[in-house]
């Protein structure tokens, strides 16, 4: 069955970088849309960034210029690339995959704090 594994988070000071990593096995990895999603406490879950099978991207509009997803399907993996982090970063990301049905990873916390 399809599995995703969330790995990279952790405490970072403010004005930080993180890097998280979402492994996939059991699905054919380049014909999905990945995604990150976030959720912080009280708040609903949010998209951060989206990448289609076509590598097109996008994202919410307070982590732009500060963040990129990627994707490499060679390693059935999709990246998060955080930098210039800011406390209202912090929360537990999720790792999506999409088509026709929707998968989820287990979540990382990635808190940012001085």
């Keep these: 069955q399809v599995q995703l594994v969330e790995s990279g988070g952790g405490l970072v000071q403010p004005g930080g970088s993180l890097r998280l ?31 289609t099978p076509c590598d097109n991207t996008k994202y919410i509009d307070s982590v732009k210029g500060r963040f990129t997803i990627s994707r490499d399907n060679a390693k059935n993996t999709v990246y998060l690339q955080m930098n210039s982090l800011k406390p209202e970063d ?15 990873g287990q979540g990382t916390q990635v808190t940012v704090s001085s």
Excluded: K
Excluded at 30 to 49: D, F, K, T
Excluded at 90 to 104: E, G, H, I, L
């Design 21 to 51: 990593s979402c492994a996939a096995s059991g699905m054919i990895f380049s014909i999905y849309a990945m995604g990150w999603y976030r959720q912080a406490p009280g708040n609903q879950r949010e998209l951060v960034a989206r990448i």
């Design 90 to 104: 912090t929360a537990v990301y999720y790792c999506n995959a999409n088509f026709n049905d929707d998968y989820w």
